[in-house]
């Protein structure tokens, strides 16, 4: 059969393939334009935050850490604060505008402080407040593949002055036309002939959202017509509102580093580090001018353009009578406001993120990290990372110019804890602490030297029958056979101490006295304190464990000592405080768990040991007065060969541990107390704990001994120390030559309280 | 002289021990409870979960902040929210670690959720608080004689 080619067939089988490709690329742009609206726009990265700071009555605060907890929000002292983001302190009275937080309204408030907790809140109108909270510091977030990051706002989110300003700026005919506005066109047309190159966009906000829907910026007449079917899609598929709001939540506002910022909800964040409905208008006015070249007029990078910018804005909107000719005066004489970007990059506190996503990954599937637009609250404490940070730097460059170069490649790792809740606020795993790599906090196994040490003691004085502060102990030399060689414990000093009293053994750290000790008590019942404080792998049988061959990773570490702090209540440590969805509401909490793992007698037993670290031990240079008010304990560690060099330290409610040493395992000059103990020195003097009450244990006794043979003594005696003991445990011989300087009169009477005490007082069974 | 001395002194004396007496005993007519009363009481507390749970709504925190906090989290405790008076609690805990009274709502929380050890250790925590009055003491034992 013969097909007859006719001018008029061709013309109909070219139209209908015309039609058919058209109808090809209609439907590709439309499946692309549904996509995206109804897909990619709407995945939201998760966002990691700080913790809130609560201020109330009676809250413990160091006034330091709170003005740079400000510093790191972004709030500027003024003289008379006015607006969001604005405090003055003087005289111990801070005033601060509030930005407002969840459920924290925005305003003024005067907080007064004392030497170290808040002593009254009042608002506005001078009457008392109980809390106000400082909203949190975003410290990054997981993103997905294409790092685009935005905050979605929700109508009710939208001000109504940044809808005038966008629509007065970028398109005023938006409600009039149908995607393609062909007076803007013809308007851009005659403008682009007369320059003789495309010099001007005639886009609508229908036009811009598709154009960015096709991921290029490049200006050719192919993809303006792609633009424009894809606009008139987007007409046909949603309502005007509707695609105002994606054009809010999708407009690229910044790229900061490898992540895009998309979204006002976003660049409010990004460049005034609050939430959109705080802005006034000549913030609105930057961000939306920002629109035309977000490169060009970005006000942290160009200034100069930002501000000319912004100045056209606010000229536009006084042209369309959105303001007043007073306020555009008052807004153009206003500098741009942004915030430091320092304290909102995404790559900050590297170590602290490990621990973030080690938790998250429990719960989390990956792709809903990075799309459902997660909040995650964490426990971190700003002040305390950056603290943290500093002090293991700082420190470095100590030791290196007391060493030499040889310490150039000396690593660390430190963990800060609050012991009761154990919420990790601080972590550090690099002595080069804001760079990616290797987190020597969880991944650093090392020996951990004396810091084993507490844990024999613990394991003795949970025996406090047999066992208490004063049980003599041998510090004679030692030999046997472990492993089918002869194993010899040296000290430190390469003394041997002969008889010496329990805590003195520890606050000392003698080796040999302390080996035995854990000979005598046996593998067994070692074992059990270990499992008792979380420590879940199995002991080594070897004697060499109970002088600290014994292998840890720093946040093991810190884990087994909260048990301790913690006065025998076992609580896993925790980076994140709850998740909420986009909506607020809570998807999951990371609650405070304890578990009694161990009576808190022989626990404050161990501790006074530890106490005496500080006082007369290997940590010592802390006033008594300093040590008492914080119920300071401490303990140094150093492994064979001053390979590493750990300190262990609570103060306050704050336990810290510090790890030193080289990746390669090689010697270092260092010691607990000349490495570790700096750093955790350093850290403590930056954030200077508030003191805390001692416990109330109806079980404890307080008796006057001797330093050296650990039996009964007085006050007046040399070398007396007044140590505690479990009611029942108490030495009870006073060797003669102590008869005269011990009374014992003060001792019958303080007995006589006792009981009375112990007759009105139930304690725990 | 010394007479007219003793005199004063005995009048002063007898003043005081007279009032002494007269407060003494209008104490005890308006707070008195007989002794069958308060065994029935703390009896209820171990039988009556109600009864506990309304003993401890009762204890106030000292420090007037947290309580606020504190009375946030009863809201909850009562609607049955457990999860958010969880949150509340731990937020007061923040700003004071001696409140029995927190420690009093934590055990009756975990208790609720049938977490009875945890309940126990927190009422143990809660007991190491200085200044715990002597019904505090009670209400945080009453958990401790939880059996599982």
Redesign the interface.
Request: proline share 4%; no cysteine; net charge negative.
């Given at each position: 059969m013969k097909i007859k080619l006719t001018l008029s067939s061709i013309a109909i089988i070219s139209f209908v393939a015309i039609l058919v490709f058209v109808a090809a690329v209609v439907a590709l742009i439309d499946s692309r334009v549904t996509n995206k609206l109804e897909g990619v726009l709407w995945t939201v990265p998760a966002k990691v935050y700080s913790r809130t700071l609560?201020l109330?009555?009676?809250?413990r605060i160091n006034r330091d850490n709170l003005l740079k907890e400000l510093d790191m929000l972004s709030y500027s002292e003024k003289k008379e604060p006015s607006r969001p983001g604005e405090f003055l302190y003087r005289n111990n009275k801070l005033r601060i505008f509030l930005r407002g937080y969840e459920e924290q309204k925005s305003g003024l408030f005067d907080v007064f402080l004392d030497e170290s907790s808040v002593s009254r809140i009042t608002n506005q109108l001078g009457l008392p407040e109980?809390?106000v909270r400082l909203e949190p510091i975003a410290i990054g977030g997981v993103y997905p593949a294409h790092m685009e990051d935005r905050v979605l706002l929700n109508w009710p989110q939208v001000p109504e002055i940044l809808i005038d300003t966008i629509l007065a700026v970028e398109d005023q005919d938006f409600f009039n036309h149908n995607g393609i506005s062909v007076r803007s066109i013809s308007r851009a047309f005659f403008a682009n002939i007369k320059a003789a190159e495309i010099a001007q966009g005639g886009s609508t906000i229908t036009q811009q959202l598709a154009k960015n829907l096709f991921f290029s910026s490049e200006q050719t007449i192919k993809r303006k017509a792609m633009e424009a079917v894809a606009a008139l899609l987007i007409e046909f598929h949603y309502s005007k509102e509707e695609i105002l709001l994606a054009y809010i939540n999708d407009v690229f506002i910044a790229q900061s580093g490898k992540r895009a910022v998309h979204g006002f909800g976003m660049g409010a964040q990004h460049f005034f580090g609050t939430s959109i409905m705080n802005l006034e208008t000549d913030e609105v006015a930057l961000l939306v001018g920002m629109l035309k070249g977000p490169s060009l007029y970005n006000p942290r990078r160009n200034p100069k353009n930002a501000k000319q910018r912004r100045d056209l804005v606010l000229n536009v909107l006084k042209r369309e009578r959105i303001i007043n000719q007073e306020m555009l005066e008052i807004y153009r004489d206003r500098p741009l406001k942004v915030v430091s970007p320092s304290f909102r990059s995404e790559t900050k506190y590297p170590a602290f993120h490990d621990l973030v996503r080690l938790e998250l990954r429990e719960n989390f599937a990956d792709s809903d990290l990075r799309t459902k637009g997660l909040s995650i609250q964490t426990n971190i404490d700003p002040v305390f990372q950056e603290s943290l940070e500093s002090s293991i730097i700082k420190t470095k460059e100590e030791l290196i110019k007391k060493y030499g170069e040889r310490l150039k490649d000396l690593e660390g790792a430190a963990i800060a804890v609050d012991i009761?809740?154990g919420e990790i606020k601080a972590v550090v795993g690099s002595t080069a602490p804001s760079k990616y790599g290797f987190n020597r906090s969880i991944n650093a196994i090392r020996p951990i030297g004396s810091l084993v040490k507490p844990f024999i003691y613990l394991t003795a004085l949970n025996q406090y029958v047999d066992y208490n502060l004063t049980t003599i102990l041998d510090d004679s030399e030692l030999e046997l056979i472990s492993g089918g060689m002869i194993w010899k414990p040296n000290n430190f000093d390469k003394k041997f101490h002969g008889q010496v009293p329990l805590h003195k053994a520890l606050w000392q750290s003698y080796n040999i006295a302390s080996a035995r000790l854990g000979i005598d008590l046996g593998y067994d019942s070692v074992q059990s304190i270990f499992t008792k404080l979380g420590i879940e792998k199995q002991i080594p049988r070897f004697p060499s464990l109970f002088i600290g061959s014994f292998e840890m990773s720093p946040y093991e570490a810190v884990q087994a000592y909260q048990t301790i702090a913690a006065?025998g209540?076992y609580t896993p440590l925790r980076s994140i405080r709850?998740i909420r969805d986009p909506k607020g509401n809570?998807k999951l909490?990371y609650?405070?768990?304890?578990?009694?793992r161990i009576r808190?007698e022989p626990v404050e037993l161990l501790k006074f040991a530890m106490k005496q670290t500080f006082i007369r031990g290997t940590a010592r240079g802390y006033s008594k007065q300093k040590i008492e008010s914080w119920q300071a304990g401490g303990k140094t560690g150093t492994s064979d060969d001053q390979r590493d060099s750990w300190f262990i330290g609570f103060a306050g409610?704050t336990l810290v541990l510090v790890w030193l040493g080289f990746d390669d395992n090689r010697p270092t000059p260092l010691t607990g107390r000349t490495g570790a103990l700096e750093v955790w020195k350093n850290f403590i003097e930056i954030v200077d704990p508030p003191p805390?009450?001692?416990?109330?244990?109806p079980r404890i006794n307080m008796v006057w001994t001797d330093l050296k043979d650990g039996k009964l003594s007085g006050e007046k005696c040399k070398n007396s120390i007044l140590v505690p003991f479990v009611v029942g445990t108490e030495p009870t011989t006073i060797p003669a030559v102590r008869n005269k300087c011990s009374s014992n009169k003060k001792k019958n009477e303080s007995n006589i309280m006792d009981k009375l005490k112990k007759v009105?007082?139930?304690?725990?069974? | 002289m010394i007479l007219v001395r003793f005199t004063i002194v005995a009048v002063l004396i007898a003043t005081l021990i007279s009032c002494a007496s007269n407060q003494n005993k209008d104490f005890v007519s308006s707070k008195e409870i007989s002794v069958n009363e308060f065994s029935s009481s703390v009896g209820k507390l171990i039988t009556n979960l109600n009864f506990l749970e309304d003993e401890i709504l009762k204890i106030n925190a000292k420090?007037?902040?947290?309580q606020?906090?504190v009375a946030g989290s009863d809201k909850y405790i009562k609607e049955g929210k457990l999860?958010?008076a969880?949150?509340e609690l731990?937020?007061a805990?923040?700003?004071?670690?001696?409140e029995s009274a927190v420690y009093l709502r934590?055990s009756l929380l975990r208790f609720n959720q049938g977490l009875v050890?945890?309940s126990?250790?927190?009422a143990?925590?809660g007991?190491?608080?200085?200044?715990?009055s002597?019904w505090e003491?009670?209400l945080l034992?009453v958990f401790?004689k939880f059996q599982l």
């Open positions: 609560d109330a009555e009676g809250s109980d809390v009761t809740s006065d209540f709850e809570i909490t609650p405070y768990n304890i578990e009694q808190p409610e805390i009450q001692k416990n109330s244990l009105f007082e139930e304690g725990q069974d | 420090n007037p902040s947290v606020r906090i999860v958010q969880n949150s731990e937020r805990l923040r700003i004071s670690k001696q934590l050890e945890e126990k250790s927190f143990s925590r007991l190491l608080i200085r200044d715990v002597s003491r009670l034992n401790l």
